[in-house]
């Protein structure tokens, strides 16, 4: 049985920072493309970052780039993301994602190209 778990969440101020885990069971770590997506009250889930197996290749929405940094550890099967200049726009659900493939698909900001999820952590950030 598969399980992603998200720890981290919390209340900040802007300008602050946040680090999110994901740690995954159940599955083979290495097999999956990882990803965070975050879904805002009212908002449709919308990509943040994705990673590849081996940490070659990262991706990120340009709403984070430069703030977010994406990255794994595969020997604790654990994902990260360190936030930081946290903006009150970045307040929403971040969800952790595991796509069952080792490399990056072209589409890896879409959604449904994500097999399994965590069930969130709420981020909150005052203004």
């Known amino acids: 049985q598969v399980q992603l778990v998200e720890s981290g969440g919390g209340l900040v101020q802007a300008g602050g920072s946040l680090r999110l885990s994901c740690a995954a069971s159940?599955?083979?770590?290495?097999?999956?493309?990882m990803g965070w997506f975050r879904q805002a009250p009212t908002k449709e889930r919308e990509f943040v970052a994705a990673?590849?197996?081996?940490?070659?290749?990262?991706y990120y929405a340009d709403s984070v780039k430069g703030r977010f940094t994406i990255s794994r550890d595969n020997a604790k099967n654990t994902m990260y993301l360190q936030m930081n200049s946290l903006k009150p726009e970045d307040t929403a659900v971040y969800y952790c994602a595991a796509d069952q493939r080792i490399y990056t698909s072209p589409t890896y900001y879409r959604a449904n190209e994500y097999d399994y999820w965590g069930q969130g952590t709420q981020v909150t950030v005052s203004s």
């Open positions: 159940g599955l083979t770590f290495t097999n999956y493309v």
């Open positions: 990673i590849n197996w081996n940490r070659g290749s990262t």
